[in-house]
């Protein structure tokens, strides 16, 4: 990332489709030109990983480090592949355009996975790309099928509730099991095939056209996985598998008591033990599926917030060391010139910053947290970015710019912002001024949220961190993405030499 780009912050989730939720299908391929018009670099996603409605929806809730999301796998092109067939798709129900339905989209686009099934079973044993995708995947698909097929045998059940043979991975347990699920296990697999086989599809698109992905990892990983489940000894858990602590973070700006995600933490002892063999598995994974890395929550690489399991908020974990140097010059050996940027938003000790300097890691810089008392010397604020670092008019926890506007800032930051600006602005056109700002700014990436980007308020919103319900649901409208919209972008990337 050392040359001067930008991009645009969009999960595929957002995108239209006909089927209730964005996916890998055409729209996809739409998004691509769109980004290639307007001059941009880069398409940033939030994690692809399968999610589920139990888990909020977030995808940064799985049930898998590893596997993709069958809920992205496009309907249309399973018919052009042949998988489905016109009556298949025909009068799909009438989703919203708007919000996506999880509960309504999981249940029909399973329906129409197993139909594709049906119809490419007979011929899978002979089909030598699927054969070779399985076998380029094994370390992690076969324990990912077999997890997926005996959760469903257990009725949802999580994993630290099987029968102890099947929960403590007994061999001849297993085995039994793989034979008797074969089928779901195959089923499995073969929804992973199609989910690799049209994201690879749309990612040679996108780099043909000079447009990169960035794509987001979580720290975490959930207890309830097929990650945990099979390597049990990575994570700090209690002779029945329950976790001894679990993950967050302290009381910060987004709330006063803390975020207390609950996923298990890593035994990085274990860990270094083992080379750190698994997160070099999901680290290699991640780059064959993108071209630059986010690391979400990097401080908890260098320390993490442990809080005692049945802790009912954050406020009363500690911080653990975690040995960083080491971890991160076995990822730097293994695969050099690492393309990461760290997420180091929220309060950031010295020693988080040295060891980012050391990996020269670039940094996150948020424009709508620059403009408090601090505004002179605030790290967000443009005039005291890096150079190497990226800037965001916000992120996917964050409000929109208009929603900020009208809902959260104060009377004291409106008018440091319109001090900044040289003017006043009404607040339909603040948000091309914050872009400006993250354009014209020394950074060398600005990455400006599709929500922002549209000037969409409150609805349009993203996710709201300690809280369940009604997000991830946010879907923009075709209309929406106007020839106006494109010019004017393509237009503010060239003047800032981001083209």
């Not at 645009?8 to 996916?23: A, C, F, K, Q």
């Not at 018919?79 to 298949?88: A, I, N, P, T, V």
């Not at 083992?274 to 780059?287: E, K, M, V």
């Not at 975690?322 to 997420?343: C, H, K, S, W, Y």
Request: hydrophobic share 40%; glycine share 6%.
């Amino acid at each position: 990332m050392t040359r001067r780009g930008s991009g645009i912050l969009l999960h595929l989730t957002s995108l239209p489709s006909h089927y209730g939720i964005g996916d890998l299908g055409p729209w996809a391929y739409q998004f691509a030109d769109f980004l290639a018009e307007s001059k941009q670099r880069y398409w940033q996603l939030l994690p692809l990983n399968p999610t589920s409605t139990p888990l909020g929806n977030s995808p940064y809730s799985s049930d898998s480090a590893f596997a993709g999301n069958p809920l992205l796998i496009s309907p249309d092109l399973l018919h052009e592949e042949g998988w489905l067939s016109k009556h298949d798709l025909h009068h799909p129900p009438a989703f919203s355009h708007q919000r996506v339905d999880y509960p309504a989209v999981t249940a029909f686009k399973q329906t129409l996975l197993g139909a594709a099934y049906e119809r490419a079973k007979p011929s899978l044993a002979t089909n030598t790309e699927f054969v070779q995708f399985i076998r380029d995947h094994r370390d992690w698909l076969d324990d990912y099928a077999l997890f997926r097929a005996l959760k469903e045998h257990f009725h949802g059940a999580p994993w630290s509730q099987w029968l102890k043979e099947s929960r403590d991975r007994d061999p001849d347990t297993l085995q039994k099991w793989r034979e008797r699920l074969s089928d779901q296990i195959r089923q499995e697999q073969f929804q992973q095939y199609l989910f690799m086989k049209q994201w690879s599809r749309l990612k040679r698109y996108c780099n043909d056209r000079n447009i990169r992905i960035i794509g987001d990892v979580p720290i975490y990983v959930q207890h309830d996985s097929a990650d945990v489940w099979s390597r049990p000894e990575l994570f700090r858990l209690d002779r029945e598998k329950q976790p001894t602590v679990v993950a967050g973070v302290p009381p910060d700006y987004f709330s006063a008591t803390g975020q207390l995600w609950g996923n298990p933490v890593y035994d990085w002892d274990a860990l270094k033990a083992a080379g750190y063999d698994w997160w070099i598995r999901r680290i290699a994974g991640n780059l064959e599926l993108y071209d630059l890395i986010r690391l979400d929550h990097f401080r908890g690489f260098v320390a993490y917030w442990a809080v005692p399991a049945g802790q009912s908020t954050a406020e009363h974990g500690q911080w653990v060391a975690a040995p960083v140097d080491d971890f991160f010059q076995t990822l730097v050996t293994r695969f050099p010139g690492l393309p990461l940027i760290a997420e180091d938003l929220g309060i950031i000790t010295p020693d988080v910053r040295a060891v980012m300097e050391r990996f020269d890691l670039p940094g996150m810089r948020l424009l709508i947290f620059a403009f408090g008392e601090e505004l002179p010397t605030h790290p967000y604020a443009p005039h005291n970015y890096p150079r190497h670092c990226v800037v965001y008019t916000g992120t996917h926890d964050n409000n929109t710019i208009l929603g900020w506007i009208r809902k959260e800032i104060s009377p004291e930051e409106l008018t440091r912002l319109f001090g900044y600006l040289g003017r006043e602005v009404g607040e339909h056109a603040l948000h091309w001024e914050l872009i400006r700002l993250a354009m014209m700014s020394v950074a060398e990436t600005a990455i400006i949220p599709m929500q922002d980007l549209l000037g969409l308020g409150e609805e349009a919103r993203m996710n709201r961190p300690s809280t369940t319900k009604g997000n991830w649901e946010w879907r923009f409208l075709p209309r929406q993405l106007t020839r106006t919209v494109m010019t004017r972008l393509s237009l503010m990337t060239h003047l800032s030499g981001r083209d």
